[in-house]
């Protein structure tokens, strides 16, 4: 049985996930999660995940949630790749990374990504400034951190590609509507631009629509 994704895809915790499963090349059967129908509250839904949040990963009876999980596990099926090195140094990078990811970035974009996308596109709602504010402050916090780490690397762990640069990037997917304050990060718009040119961020923004820009 092949491997099934359970996805929102105008999100970027969607996008990551399947923009990783079309760079190994694992064959990923997609569900849609229709989240303005409130299908991730139904029961069938929460029944995969309790928290009631997209992405979620079905392999032959094996559940996962939390897209950065997902990410893992995806690697792991193809471990040639080097999306997930396997030195322990190199794993533990990727793990700091990621957690910071959860920690820091993730939440930091979504608020530009709730405001500006979610709110008038899915509730017809207007963005909240003393929001957009916060999320400038935070936003320029940790990306500071980001573009300080890029400085001389291609990549953020390196010069090779792992999961890490698909979890971080993935936010920036929403930038032509959620408009994040990137212009004095250099290192992270050359990082950004190398993570377009890959055929795989190519093939999934056409499923991402209407939230690519
Ligand atoms: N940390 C989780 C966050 C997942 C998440 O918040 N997904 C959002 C969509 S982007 C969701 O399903 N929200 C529904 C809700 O909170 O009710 C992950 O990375 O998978």
Not at 70 to 83: D, T, V
Not at 161 to 182: C, S
Request: with cysteine; aromatic share 10%.
């Amino acid at each position: 049985m092949s491997l099934k994704l359970h996805v929102f895809p105008p999100s970027p915790r969607a996008f990551k996930v399947m923009a990783v499963a079309n760079h190994l090349g694992v064959e990923c059967e997609t569900c849609l999660v229709d989240m303005p129908n409130g299908a991730h509250r139904r029961p069938e839904f929460l029944t995969l995940n309790p928290n009631g949040k997209m992405p979620v990963l079905e392999d032959d009876g094996f559940v996962l949630w939390e897209s950065n999980a997902i990410l893992e596990y995806l690697a792991s099926k193809k471990p040639r790749s080097g999306l997930m090195p396997v030195d322990a140094r190199g794993r533990a990078d990727v793990a700091r990374w990621l957690l910071w990811d959860m920690a820091h970035w993730d939440p930091t974009c979504a608020i530009f990504i709730f405001e500006r996308l979610v709110k008038p596109m899915f509730r017809k709602e207007a963005p909240d400034p003393a929001e957009i504010a916060k999320g400038e402050e935070m936003f320029h916090r940790f990306a500071g951190v980001l573009e300080g780490q890029l400085k001389g690397r291609r990549h953020v762990c390196g010069d090779t590609l792992t999961i890490v640069d698909f979890a971080l990037a993935a936010p920036l997917t929403t930038q032509g509507v959620a408009q994040f304050p990137l212009s004095s990060y250099p290192e992270i718009g050359r990082w950004y631009a190398g993570m377009m040119g890959l055929p795989c961020w190519q093939q999934t923004l056409t499923k991402q629509i209407p939230a690519a820009a």
